[in-house]
């Protein structure tokens, strides 16, 4: 009689046997296996894993398990990134201490993760907020500190004069303080400082290792961020009287020396010094300094502002024509990159263009495209294409490069100027005035000056006994915390209250997983045998500054001598998010929705209209974007539920196979039931094997060939990336068995054993539970990957994609030629197209295949 699995006795059970065996746990001795190192970025802990969360560690654990199949040593490890502001808000909004509320967090977490059924090494586990591990950060942070890699120095940041605290750009939301709302100032503080700038060259060169491996999007990213450009710096002189101290002219650097000719103003950052020298002698451009100190400091938000300006009255002689130019305080101008001084052509740039169309400057075009002709001009969009140079004198006729070559010869050759290579990369300040991070390792002596903390004196722990109740750094009024003795001349001193910023902390941690317990920062062995990262699976919005401060730090920590590798992360892949409908019921008081939990929310169909209803109150409300899980928009479906309800499995498989994993993956209730009727259809096929089913020959051949053929597509959606194809694959391949009901019984247990293997990595608990079904050894995690034949697999079948609406949602894998009746069949039976036609409650009206190509259904 045949049983019904029980994924609530079943994978508890199997779960238990993996703790029983220690099964995750990975030894840094090489056992001569080659090793395989995978790793998604850690989380912050908020408090409560969602599903957005769980398919990016699913997408992990299938990788981890896979190589481990296939005979690899794996490390596997977690752990918290677990520093940062959140933690002191919930301190000051819940009176807590930031410690408390982290370390309660991180267990509530942890336990929700290992619901799941993760293969991750928790032995290693380690969160930054604990002193062993960020004392070891200081500890290299002195280090690169002796090499000149860390230094002090004033410069610009985002200040909140209510909260008393640098803001970082993410945190400056349309100008304002994100917890106050204060409007944000521009401010120049003494800040700590690395010197990512000495490694751009190299990290911009190393891109080219990583191609292939990385997705393209995020290595130009990079590319673009550090911004190497070249160009040409020189002086434009001043017409009449210059001021005080620039009687040799301003100093500009440009990137396109072609467009000289097409020159409307010269522009000045607000913090340059002929503009503060214009507003200390003039309140009203002091005044418009200040206005332009508002919002946030970052080139984004700045190039996003409204363009203001203010014309200082002082006029340039242009280098080639002698005329005059005015000179203007632009707000989009940076005082950090170049000169912070610019010519602009308008024509050819968007912000010029923006500036001069506001403030009725001259607009010429000197650069046409190929096939226009001399009377080209520009209208409200600037031309950045390629093109030929006109209205330009001598560099009438020339293409762009030849052009910029020409005038950079002509100003080298009046004495005026040089070609220069510059970056739009500054150096990464790490100062945040806030209690929770990591101290950073400094005392401030009168008399001996900056003095490192001895290392026998690490970790400079956080004190305890803080309060929140007055905004600014607690560290700053610690009655006790930062009067030091200075440990060179023993005479009073202070610690420094500044601590670091969070991207330190997760720019190292992968190298300390390799052993987190070593009395150095890394252990060079362990790193050398576990490093670089083969596989890094996060979200692209970490694409650029994550990724980046973690390169230039291990090429930072390999030229120290404490490690031997310099590209931290082999291969990367950013998966898309979870997304979910949101729900609101009316508005708060500030305006916004009140956002309801799906939960409380029932969705019907009238009139072929989706209404949805607060089930608490049966109230109609409405029904918002889709959008990414998250706790402020109340969108998020936890792990814990879905397990409750359809089991951990079904929760790993759909988010797994409704979309390409690189793409957003819209959660629904018909999708995870789909893959819970799977997981027990599939427990129904490995239940119901009779060993003495007699021997078919010509049942028994096909499928072992289909088996192979399984073995194959699977194996290479894996290794591809491509888990939404492998799980279709394994879809078809149990329909496949279930059609071959006549095949003896060592033919079925080849296509079974084979299945349990295959779809181990997406269900391991199933795997474990149909695997011991069949009588085999040991445990399915243990066992090798299946191996295909060649000739065997030889490809038969093709991959239909199946479209609703013009748009793909699905995809079947049929025999080459199959019939159109069985396409249509496998279409409709399709796990994730009916999902999706059951969640928009469409109807099909038509099928329309096209052989061997694609299967369109035509729904409302």
């Not at 002189?237 to 101290?245: D, K, N, R, V, Y």
């Not at 009046?414 to 101290?439: E, F, H, M, N």
């Amino acid at each position: 009689m045949a049983t019904r699995y029980e994924p609530k006795t079943a994978e508890p059970r199997q779960q238990a046997r993996w703790a029983e065996a220690d099964a995750f746990s990975v030894s840094n001795d090489n056992t001569g296996r080659p090793k395989y190192y995978v790793l998604e970025m850690f989380p912050y802990p908020s408090g409560n894993i969602h599903m957005g969360h769980a398919r990016n560690y699913v997408m992990g654990d299938v990788v981890a398990r896979h190589k481990r199949a296939q005979g690899f040593d794996v490390l596997h490890p977690m752990g918290w990134d677990a520093f940062g502001m959140p933690a002191e808000n919930a301190a000051m909004e819940r009176g807590v201490h930031p410690g408390d509320w982290t370390y309660s967090n991180i267990d509530n977490m942890r336990s929700q993760l290992k619901l799941l059924g993760l293969s991750l090494d928790w032995s290693r586990e380690f969160a930054t907020c604990d002193p062993e591990y960020y004392g070891q950060q200081q500890a290299w942070f002195l280090e690169l500190m002796k090499r000149g890699l860390v230094y002090r120095k004033e410069g610009t940041v985002n200040w909140d004069p209510v909260d008393n605290t640098v803001l970082a750009n993410e945190q400056v939301i349309d100008g304002r303080g994100w917890r106050s709302g204060a409007l944000v100032e521009k401010r120049k503080l003494t800040q700590w400082f690395l010197r990512i700038t000495d490694y751009a060259d190299d990290l911009i060169d190393g891109l080219k290792e990583l191609e292939g491996r990385w997705p393209d999007k995020v290595r130009l990213m990079q590319e673009n961020w550090i911004g190497r450009s070249r160009g040409l710096q020189m002086k434009w002189a001043f017409a009449g009287t210059a001021p005080a101290g620039h009687d040799d002219g301003v100093e500009i650097y440009t990137t396109r020396p072609d467009t000289f000719y097409g020159a409307s103003f010269v522009g000045l950052a607000p913090d340059h010094p002929i503009s503060k020298q214009l507003a200390d002698a003039d309140p009203k451009v002091a005044d418009f300094v200040a206005e332009c100190r508002k919002g946030g400091a970052s080139q984004a938000e700045i190039e996003q502002a409204e363009k203001i300006g203010w014309d200082t009255g002082l006029k340039c002689v242009h280098p080639f024509t002698g005329e005059e130019v005015p000179v203007w305080i632009a707000n989009f101008i940076l005082s950090e990159y170049g000169t912070g001084a610019i010519f602009a052509c308008p024509a050819h740039d968007q912000r010029d263009l923006d500036f001069a169309r506001k403030y009725g400057l001259p607009v010429k075009a000197v650069v046409r495209p190929h096939d226009a002709d001399e009377g080209f001009t520009v209208g409200d969009e600037a031309y950045t294409g390629p093109g030929v140079l006109f209205n330009s004198d001598f560099m009438n006729g020339m293409e762009i490069e030849e052009a910029k070559a020409a005038a950079i010869s002509r100003i080298e050759e009046a004495g005026t100027g040089k070609g220069a290579t510059i970056y739009r990369l500054r150096d990464w300040g790490v100062s945040r005035q806030r209690y929770w991070g990591c101290p950073i390792p400094v005392i401030h002596c009168e008399d001996c000056g900056v003095v490192p903390v001895p290392n026998d004196q690490l970790p400079v722990e956080l004190p305890k006994d803080v309060t929140f109740d007055v905004p600014g750094n607690p560290l700053d009024r610690h009655p006790t915390w930062k009067h030091v003795n200075c440990p060179t001349c023993a005479k009073p001193a202070r610690r420094e209250t500044d601590t670091l910023d969070t991207f330190v902390d997760s720019s190292w941690y992968f190298a300390r997983f390799t052993d987190p317990k070593a009395s150095t920062p890394i252990n060079k062995a362990a790193a050398s045998r576990w490093l670089p990262v083969d596989q890094y699976i996060g979200g692209v919005e970490h694409a650029v500054l994550h990724l980046l401060y973690a390169r230039f730090i291990t090429r930072a920590l390999s030229d120290a001598g404490l490690m031997d590798v310099k590209e931290p992360f082999a291969g990367l892949f950013t998966q898309g998010m979870v997304v979910h409908e949101t729900y609101f019921d009316g508005h708060e008081d500030s305006g916004k929705p009140r956002w309801i939990e799906p939960t409380d929310v029932h969705i019907e169909t009238l009139d072929g209209k989706r209404i949805a209803r607060r089930l608490s109150t049966g109230a109609e409300i409405s029904i918002g974007e889709v959008e990414k899980m998250s706790k402020s928009k109340k969108n998020v479906v936890a792990p814990v539920d879905i397990i409750e309800t359809y089991g951990v499995d079904a929760g790993r498989l759909f988010v797994l196979s409704d979309s390409p994993p690189e793409r957003d993956v819209q959660w629904s209730t018909g999708g995870v039931e789909g893959a819970s009727r799977f997981v027990q259809r599939v427990w129904n096929e490995f239940d119901a094997y009779d060993a003495s089913a007699p021997a078919n020959a010509d049942v028994d051949a096909s499928l072992i060939r289909e088996t192979h053929k399984a073995i194959k597509a699977v194996s290479e959606g894996i290794e591809g990336f491509r888990f939404n194809s492998a799980i279709a694959k394994l879809y078809a391949f149990l329909a496949t068995i279930r059609q071959h009901d006549k095949a003896g019984a060592e033919a079925r247990m080849t296509a079974l054993s084979a299945m349990a293997r295959l779809i181990a990595p997406f269900t391991p608990h199933l795997a474990e539970e149909a695997w011991a079904r069949l009588g085999e050894d040991g445990m399915v995690l243990d066992a090798p990957w299946p191996v295909y034949d060649t000739k065997l697999a030889a490809d038969d079948q093709v991959t239909l994609p199946v479209q609703i609406g013009g748009k793909r949602r699905g995809e079947v894998v049929m025999s080459r030629g199959a019939d159109n009746a069985d396409v249509e069949a496998a279409a409709l039976a399709n796990p994730t197209v009916r999902a999706y036609l059951e969640a928009n409650n469409l109807t099909v009206r038509k099928v329309i295949v096209v052989p061997d190509r694609i299967v369109n259904l035509v729904a409302n």
